[in-house]
């Protein structure tokens, strides 16, 4: 099913990808109640991460800020995984950014905006969301940058 979450995303020439397969004992995505959580959602296309390192070091921020982008949308299949359709987001509530930091790196949130901008892009002020950007010394699989979020869906 597609609705006009996913034509806002053709229009973006973006595609939904298949969801990321858990790398461990986890659910891409939970559904509780009216709210969905996903996993740390790493920048994997196809199967890979295209970019591995720390941001400030081997990876540029505005590469860290395009994997973001990438997390996003890794999320948004995530949360269509449990909810059926994206048309269901009533809002994107929380989205906390965990970015691979070299040791004087402090732009995490430039990173992270990445995946802000991205939601807001497709769901419009639907999109529009609290955030976390936090610094950590090293991600699973050396990713750059790793994205959650947390949806209200309408109508449960």
């Known amino acids: 099913m597609s609705g006009a979450v996913e034509a806002r995303l053709a229009e973006l020439g973006l595609t939904l990808p298949e969801v990321v397969p858990p790398l461990a004992a986890y659910q891409p995505a939970v559904l509780s109640g009216v709210y969905v959580y996903t996993a740390g959602q790493l920048p994997m296309v196809?199967?890979?991460?295209?970019?591995?390192?720390?941001?400030?070091?081997?990876?540029?921020?505005?590469?860290?800020?395009?994997?973001?982008?990438?997390?996003?949308?890794?999320?948004?299949?995530?949360?269509?995984?449990?909810a059926g359709d994206l048309d269901r987001?009533?809002?994107?509530?929380?989205?906390?950014?965990?970015?691979?930091?070299?040791?004087d790196f402090t732009g995490q949130p430039g990173v992270v905006n990445g995946a802000s901008e991205l939601l807001a892009e497709v769901l419009g002020e639907k999109g529009v969301h609290a955030r976390s950007a936090?610094?950590?010394a090293v991600l699973p699989l050396d990713a750059p940058v790793e994205v959650e979020v947390q949806v209200e869906l309408a109508g449960a």
Do not use: D, M, Q, Y
Request: glycine residues 10%.
């Open 134 to 136: 936090v610094g950590v």
């Open 46 to 82: 196809e199967g890979k991460l295209p970019v591995t390192g720390k941001v400030g070091a081997e990876v540029t921020p505005e590469e860290a800020k395009s994997l973001a982008r990438t997390c996003a949308l890794n999320a948004l299949a995530a949360v269509k995984s449990v």
């Open 89 to 103: 987001i009533a809002r994107v509530v929380k989205v906390v950014g965990f970015v691979a930091s070299a040791s």
